[in-house]
């Protein structure tokens, strides 16, 4: 149940930040949001939105998430 509430949560224009970098979310499709890297700028990373958790914090008035550990019981 966790993991649906969190793919309802994630959209385009949110933050992801991921081995201290910031990117922006361009699209969320199924289990996968797709991010844009500054470092990487002509590609889109795909992240699982089950590995995503709300960091708590803002980014330029979006919410950021975090990747953090991958949960059994989120998937299951």
Do not use: C, W
Request: proline share 3%.
């Amino acid at each position: 149940m966790k993991l649906k509430n969190i793919i309802n949560e994630i959209r385009k224009g949110d933050f992801v930040e991921q081995f201290g970098e910031i990117g922006l979310v361009n699209k969320v499709k199924g289990q996968v949001a797709y991010v844009k890297f500054d470092s990487n700028p002509k590609s889109f990373h795909p992240i699982m939105v089950s590995s995503l958790k709300k960091s708590g914090k803002k980014h330029k008035g979006k919410d950021l998430y975090t990747e953090g550990k991958l949960n059994e019981s989120m998937i299951g």
